[in-house]
């Protein structure tokens, strides 16, 4: 048999083979792989639709937490208004207080001055009451006249101006007080000046 002879016979071989495989195994095997395809396409469509909802989820929760940055932004801003105008309020009724508790001793100085041309003991007498009444209105206010003479030296209530040998004081000792402290403690208005003794 020579070599196109031989070929023939391979070639009838294998046209015999196909013409015996079962009908639909090619139809088969692609209807498999097409079959597939839309699995893994209905697979894709639904994870996008999985992913979009959850974007659109957490794009409105980001727009609520938005909003309510906004209002509590707003909130605050209106409390700080609302503050600073009660502050604003507070400190004039204080300043309207104080100066309707000054407003007597105004009316007294002007009496004193009416009387200008009374007796010098009259109108010394006079400036001695109205002095008393300023007193009172400091006192009212929490801040009392101190009467530091003698007292020990304290840093914290006293200005020392001037210190002097003085043999009838201890070292240390207030004896001259140049200009009244008011108040005390955490209230203190002002401290004195005063005259410190020092060691013999």
């Known amino acids: 048999m020579n070599d196109r002879e031989a070929d023939r016979e391979r070639d009838d071989v294998a046209a015999q083979s196909r013409s015996t ?11 498999e792989q097409t079959g597939r395809g839309d699995g893994e396409s209905v697979g894709g469509s639904a994870r996008r639709a999985d992913t979009e909802a959850e974007l659109a989820d ?38 309207a207080v104080v100066a309707a508790q000054w407003l007597p001793v105004v009316d007294n ?28 209105v400091l006192a009212g206010l929490g801040f009392p006249r101190r009467d530091d003479l003698g007292a020990t030296f304290d ?8 210190v002097r040998t003085d043999p009838d004081a201890g070292a240390g000792t207030v004896v001259d007080v140049v ?12 401290p004195a000046q005063v005259v410190v003794a020092k060691a013999g």
Do not use: F, M
């Not at 929760?61 to 503050?83: G, I």
């Not at 200009?179 to 002002?190: C, N, S």
């Open 179 to 190: 200009r009244p402290g008011y108040g005390d403690g955490e209230h203190q208005l002002r």
């Open 155 to 162: 840093p914290a209530r006293h200005d020392a101006v001037a």
């Open 21 to 31: 495989e079962p009908r639909g195994s090619s139809e088969g095997r692609a209807a």
């Open 109 to 136: 100085l002007e009496r004193a001055l009416d009387h200008a041309h009374a007796e010098p003991e009259a109108i010394i007498e006079g400036v001695r009451s109205v002095r008393d009444q300023a007193l009172t």
């Open 58 to 95: 957490l794009r409105a929760r980001v727009a609520v937490a938005q909003d309510l940055r906004l209002r509590a932004l707003a909130d605050l801003d209106n409390l700080r208004k609302r503050c600073a105008a009660q502050v604003r309020r507070a400190v004039e009724d204080a300043q």
